[in-house]
């Protein structure tokens, strides 16, 4: 048994946090939100994983290949992708360039998207298939939320400045 954790929850708060510090105004409501909302899936795919796992027998465990993620963690939830790699702060970017964080929280919510469709490939449990489509329709609609946020940065960077002066660099 391999646990997913979709690439978009690698990102988690502190890149949608953090780039929100970058961004402008206009554009800095959407991102706490989805980042909160993104802590919220990362605890949808824990409970389903730990009810899927909650009460194997050993030869379950065994036989399912689960025995080495056992012996370390039980059956507790430990974040890590398919592969096996746990999940480290190495995978978090943020680059404060807000079009480059922009883009970047776009492939991670198509990462996702990919996740979640590989997922639905594999599984046929309607108690697993109908969160997992739930989570795979939010993805999409964050990634449009990134996209209009990403519209609003660039038109605000295209608008030309009316101020004697930059207040972002105060001296």
Do not use: C
Request: glycine share 6%.
């Amino acid at each position: 048994m391999t646990f997913f954790f979709p690439h978009g929850h690698r990102l988690l708060m502190h890149s949608y946090a953090h780039s929100g510090v970058s961004l402008a105004a206009s554009v800095g409501h959407y991102l706490p939100k989805i980042g909160t909302e993104e802590l919220a899936h990362l605890e949808m795919i824990g409970a389903i994983v730990h009810q899927l796992t909650r009460n194997l027998s050993v030869e379950e465990i065994k036989n399912s290949g689960f025995a080495p993620y056992f012996v370390d963690h039980t059956v507790g939830i430990w974040p890590q992708a398919a592969s096996g790699m746990p999940f480290t702060s190495a995978s978090l970017q943020s680059t404060g360039d807000p079009i480059t964080d922009l883009h970047e929280d776009m492939a991670a919510e198509q990462k996702a998207r990919t996740t979640y469709d590989n997922i639905l490939r594999l599984i046929d449990d309607p108690d697993v298939i109908a969160p997992i489509r739930f989570l795979r329709e939010r993805e999409i609609v964050h990634y449009q939320r990134f996209g209009e946020a990403l519209r609003m940065v660039q038109d605000d960077l295209n608008s030309r400045n009316f101020y004697a002066f930059n207040p972002a660099f105060r001296g």
